[in-house]
């Protein structure tokens, strides 16, 4: 069974900088795309970032330029930098995953809480 474990959330200023990371483990072959999804509190959940195998990745408008996304193939994990942080960006992040040929996520973490206040 593959699983997904998130680490790297907790309390920051704004201005600062986090760095989430994302292991998945259970399988052979790495993942066609990863990602990063969010949902703050009354809000739906949102697409921040995704990157596929070959080092494509994507960004949602509101973390363009703040935010890096990037993965280590060997160790199947997928990394969040980020920077400039700002209130919105509070929310419980969740990483995602497709299997070795996929083009849906069929695999998820339990999310880690970012809070960014002063």
């Known amino acids: 069974q593959v699983q997904l474990v998130e680490s790297g959330g907790g309390l920051v200023q704004p201005g600062g900088s986090l760095r989430l990371s994302c292991a998945a483990s259970?399988?052979?072959?790495?993942?066609?795309?990863m990602g990063w999804d969010r949902q703050a509190p009354g809000n739906q959940r949102e697409l921040v970032a995704t990157i596929t195998r070959t080092g494509t990745a994507n960004y949602a408008d509101s973390v363009k330029g703040r935010f890096t996304i990037s993965r280590d193939n060997a160790k199947n994990t997928v990394y969040l930098q980020m920077n400039s942080l700002k209130s919105e960006d509070t929310a419980v992040y969740y990483c995602?995953?497709?299997?070795?040929?996929?083009?849906?996520?069929?695999?998820w973490g339990q999310g880690t809480q970012v809070t960014v206040s002063s």
């Open positions: 259970g399988s052979i072959f790495s993942s066609n795309v």
């Open positions: 995602k995953a497709t299997t070795r040929f996929g083009h849906e996520y069929n695999y």
